[in-house]
């Protein structure tokens, strides 16, 4: 099994290691690191969130930061820039950016659990500069050109 390295940010002492949270989860969890107290988010906001973890991740492979279900459905968090992207060579504290798109005011606490990680395989490719393209069916058609919205 491939391994992805995490080391504990300063202060981290009690925050359990990123986890898959059932034998078929494609992501693995990641926790709010707030020691200070609760974040409190009102409608609108965004706020980026500490994970308290530093990744090393195994060559040819990122990590995208997507939402957790839950907290998207049940309360209405988004992630802006989702999936967010933790390249291989990154060895900075995983961070996640979350908007709070619900009516009353919410709470995000040390522990919750935030976004979930799912560790990809990437491909590289040689960039070309071409005077044309091969043609296509669809052509540059975009935007719902295929169909119905």
Known sequence: MTEARFKRVEGNADLPLPAYESAGAAGMDLRAFLPGGPLLFAHGDLHL?????CVE???GTEMQIRPRSGLALKHG???PN????VDADYRGEIMVGLMYLGR???AIRHGDRIAQA???DIRRVSIVEVS???ATR??????????RD
Not at 82 to 85: A, K, L, N
Not at 140 to 147: Q, R, V
Request: proline letters at 9%.
């Open 77 to 79: 968090f988004i992630l």
């Open 82 to 85: 989702s999936p967010g992207t």
């Open 57 to 59: 991740l195994p060559a």
């Open 49 to 53: 969130i500490p994970t308290g973890f």
């Open 132 to 134: 044309t393209l091969s």
């Open 118 to 120: 799912v560790i990809a």
């Open 104 to 106: 009353e005011g919410y």
């Open 138 to 147: 669809r052509g540059a058609g975009g935007f719902g050109s295929t169909g």
